[in-house]
Structures are given as structure tokens and as C-alpha cells.
């Protein structure tokens, strides 16, 4: 058993484990504590699969940025008192899900069969690394996407400030 | 590469799972975002895996994008969240019923 077996077996373990928690768990702090730990271990999973960029942008975006917002949302949102888990919806979430994982599973496998194969195999990787691949497709092929997730970013960060802004100003003006 | 990317795309459809599971089961808005995070994150391993297994890089660059539009999401669905606290000093999904006739 290599080295990159032990750290996929050990990550995805983690991963799903942290992400039973993040469903079923009663604290909403420790939710957010266990989506932390999910998320370090896909990135982990990301190093294992050789996108190194990938996988250091889902630690800086995803869980520290993002779960920055949702721990400023619960401590300002007071303790939440009813039941974590509905009991009458847990019975039919479970063919849902089954279905769901049946068509994924159909999808996944009969897609990549006949798919095209790109150019950057493991000798390319290896030869100018994944980072250097990675960007040169984005500020070539995919400019235009990228200037306009520029601006998606700008539109979210107007509409949080706007819609989360207290009231309180413009019933004094009024 | 030592592990055949099936296993990936299994854990990936497995945390897909678990996410939807979550929607559904949970009652606080907070952790119904959460578990949309999760699904995210499915897909994203669902793309490496592909990049590796297609030779390509292209994957990647739509897992950038997903990561932009994941921080979006959050912003504004958690000012949402703020909001509908403000208003109706709850955040539970099964009295939160103003549409419904």
C-alpha cells in the first residue's frame, strides 16, 4: 500500500464521516466546525489527485472565507431551539437519495467512456506543472468567463451589503 | 496514479447523497445552505477526478468557477438569512409559510 493509497482511504474516511455530522448533528457550531473538516479533506483529496492549485484555492476560498460568513450569520442568529432533524421527512429523503446515487452512478460511468481525451497527460503535468496548465487555459480560452465571475463577485458583494443593511436609517429620514 | 478514479467519482456521488439528504431532513435555513455546500463541494471532486482520468485541465478551471460562484451564494444567501431574521425572529423552514395558501 503507496503512500497515495493511505491518503485517499484516510481523507475520503474523514471527509464522509465529517459530512454524516454535518447532516445529522444536533450543534449548529459544531456543523460548521465538521463542514471545516470536510472541506480541508477534499482539498487534501484535490492534492492526492495532482491539482495542487485546486486544492490551495479550496483551502483559502472555501474554508476560510466562506465559513467566515456563515459563523458571523450564527453568532449573530440566537441558539436555535426546535428539532435539528425532522423525523417525517427522514423516511422519504431515503429513495430520493437512492435514486439519486443510481443516476449519478449511471451518468458518471457511461460518460467518460466516450468522452475525448485532452492533451495534458502525465508527462505534459509533469513537464510545466499543473499550475502553469491551469492558467494558461484561464486567461487564454476562458477570459471572458473569468471577467464576468469578476463581476458576479461585485453584484453579490452590492446585494449582501443592500439586503442585509439594518433599516433603522431610513425610518429617521422618513 | 494508484487510485482508479471510480473511487472518486463513488465518493463523490456520496457526499452528493448526503447533501441532498440534508436539505430535505434539516429545519434551520443555516444548515440547509450548508448542505448545499456540501453538494457543491461533490461536484468539484467529481471534475479533478475526470481531469485525471480524461487528460485534461479544463475540469479544473469550471471548479474555479464554482468556487466563485460558491462564495457569491453564500454572501447573498446568508444576507437573506439577516433579513428574514429581522422580520420574523425565526429561522425555521416549517414556520416560515408566508406563500403558502
Known sequence: MDLNAIAFWTFSTLAVLSAIYVVFGKNIVYTVLALISTLIMVSGLFFTLGAELVGALQILIYAVAIVVFYVLVISTVPEYKGKPVDGKYMLLSIPFGFILFLELAYVSLYGAWQSATGIFDEKVINEIGNAKAVGTLLFTKYLFPFEVASLILLVAMIGAIIIGRKKEDVHQEA | ?101
Open chain 2, 1 to 101: 496514479m494508484s487510485i482508479p478514479y471510480e473511487y472518486y467519482i463513488v465518493l463523490s456521488g456520496l457526499l452528493m447523497v448526503l447533501g441532498l439528504i440534508g436539505i430535505i431532513v434539516r429545519k434551520n435555513i443555516i444548515t440547509i445552505l450548508i448542505s448545499t455546500e456540501l453538494m457543491l463541494n461533490s461536484v468539484n471532486i467529481a471534475f479533478v477526478a475526470f481531469d485525471m482520468k480524461l487528460h485534461d485541465v479544463a475540469g479544473q478551471i469550471f471548479v474555479f468557477f464554482i468556487l466563485t460562484i460558491a462564495a457569491a451564494e453564500a454572501a447573498i444567501g446568508l444576507g437573506l438569512i439577516m433579513a428574514i431574521y429581522r422580520l420574523k425572529k425565526d429561522v425555521d423552514v416549517e414556520k416560515l409559510t408566508e406563500l403558502k395558501l
